[in-house]
């Protein structure tokens, strides 16, 4: 980003910051917000809210990875389905046993090949530590998936695998707020689309559930941490 990210904008840095976060945290659409800004004396057209979470959502969900705290060592693993194009694809996420958010991926397939490589993401991923247990539901691909990681020594053999449906309710309760959030926007029209704008909604939850490190987490101070990524101090 430039030194002024807000350059050559029409509104200031806090309305558009303000509009990006709005979208990504709460189930609304793009015209929901143009009549919520209408309403505070603000004309701004639809389409303008959208270039603007086009623009700087990647950011937030760049920014926020190296100020996350570490997740623990026991994974819930989980798929949910989400539209694109009229057609359901798979949305592989782990949380821990705290419910902190530890990774996720949109996939076309839901096979050994899509687990496997979820599963090497999760592993790269700066905040995570190796799993000592990682929970599962009955999908038959998650064993080999596994197997096949730690015959590549990137997971310890000791490592265990549960396939218990009941033991991932935590990650099955989290799904809701990421659909919660998808509802309103009425389906994807790409897979590119939805798969940014699905990692900048799991950015958004993650400071919501309190995962960034050193943040007193009241409501101000979760606007004045996105807005700080920015160069913004209110």
Do not use: C
Request: charged share 25%; no cysteine; aromatic share 10%.
């Amino acid at each position: 980003m430039l030194s002024n990210p807000f350059k050559w904008k029409h509104f200031v840095g806090e309305i558009i910051l303000l509009n990006v976060r709005w979208y990504l945290k709460y189930p609304l659409s793009y015209r929901n917000l143009k009549e919520m800004m209408a309403e505070r004396g603000v004309e701004v057209d639809h389409s303008t809210i959208m270039r603007w979470v086009h623009q700087y959502s990647p950011e937030i969900e760049k920014k926020i990875r190296r100020h996350l705290r570490p997740t623990n060592d026991s994974w819930r693993v989980d798929e949910t389905y989400i539209k694109v194009k009229g057609e359901w694809k798979y949305l592989y996420r782990a949380v821990d046993s705290n419910g902190d958010t530890i990774d996720s991926m949109l996939s076309t397939k839901r096979n050994k090949k899509a687990a496997n490589r979820f599963f090497k993401k999760a592993l790269n991923s700066n905040h995570n530590q190796i799993p000592r247990i990682i929970i599962v539901d009955k999908n038959p691909a998650y064993p080999p998936a596994i197997d096949k990681l730690k015959n590549s020594k990137l997971l310890s053999r000791n490592i265990g695998i549960r396939q218990i449906k009941y033991l991932n309710n935590v990650i099955e309760q989290d799904h809701r707020s990421i659909k919660r959030i998808i509802n309103p926007m009425l389906g994807f029209q790409s897979f590119r689309s939805a798969n940014k704008t699905l990692k900048r909604i799991e950015a958004m939850n993650m400071i919501k559930k309190g995962q960034v490190k050193n943040l007193n987490y009241s409501s101000l101070n979760k606007v004045k941490y996105v807005n700080q990524l920015f160069g913004i101090v209110l």
